[in-house]
């Protein structure tokens, strides 16, 4: 079965600096999302993402964040200038679009901010 | 978003069928009941949906009485790699992959030798 990948599958990054998440969506899917989780909570919606542009985004996804689809594979999650609160697992999702398909999420990146 | 509640955890053993029910009290006529699955470091993963009745998958059964207040989802003789957590989640359209998914905190299942 087609699966989303992730990586790296643990980041450890200085706090301030610049951190990118790579994922490889299911290819022939067209909505991609980015969700997090810090430790002991709940999976938190962060960005959703299709025709090449963010379709929704959640408060937590503020100017320090971006997403791209560089080049028709990849979906990359850009933090600029983390902070400690940003420690988390980030998972990236992504579907095909039609009705009653669920979404296929990756098994995450552990982001660690000193 | 109708909210849920449903156990924080639950123990059981091996080989026994294991029953989580999700209340809904407020579900709305054209919501969706749909139930995640989350095992520890990994990403959570779709078990199974339904509108009402009754309905079965290799992995899970998910039954929903007439008036859709609450659900239950059943598991059939589990193994200690049902270990994990398992959210409820009520919304319309149904949960789809064009759209974004709020998750609740679940219910952590421990299953024991």
């Known amino acids: 079965e087609p699966e989303v990948t992730q990586t790296p599958s643990h980041q450890v990054t200085q706090m301030g600096q610049e951190v990118i998440l790579r994922c490889v969506p299911i290819?022939?899917?067209?909505?991609f999302y980015w969700y997090r989780q810090i430790l002991g909570q709940k999976v938190e919606f962060l960005v959703s993402?299709?025709?090449?542009?963010?379709?929704?985004k959640s408060e937590i996804f503020d100017d320090q964040f971006s997403v791209e689809r560089p080049d028709g594979s990849n979906f990359t999650l850009k933090i600029r200038s983390t902070k400690l609160e940003d420690s988390a697992m980030y998972f990236c999702?992504?579907?095909?679009?039609?009705?009653?398909?669920?979404?296929?999420f990756g098994d995450g990146t552990r982001l660690s901010i000193l | 978003l109708a909210k849920t509640t449903q156990p924080i955890s639950m123990d059981s053993y091996e080989g026994q069928e294991v029953n989580i029910t999700c209340s809904h009290n407020?579900?709305?006529?054209?919501?969706?009941i749909t139930w995640y699955q989350q095992f520890p470091s990994q990403g959570p993963r779709f078990i199974i949906q339904?509108?009402?009745t009754k309905v079965t998958n290799e992995v899970a059964s998910l039954f929903i009485p007439a008036d859709r207040k609450s659900s239950t989802l059943s598991l059939p003789r589990v193994s200690l790699s049902d270990t994990a957590v398992y959210y409820c989640?009520?919304?319309?359209?149904?949960?789809?992959?064009?759209?974004?998914?709020?998750f609740g905190s679940g219910t952590r299942l421990s299953i024991r030798p």
């Open positions: 993402f299709y025709n090449n542009e963010i379709s929704e």
């Open positions: 989640l009520v919304a319309d359209p149904p949960y789809s992959s064009a759209s974004k998914i709020i």
């Open positions: 290819s022939n899917h067209l909505y």
């Open positions: 339904g509108y009402k």
């Open positions: 999702a992504s579907g095909a679009g039609t009705s009653n398909q669920p979404q296929h």
């Open positions: 407020n579900i709305a006529t054209n919501d969706y």
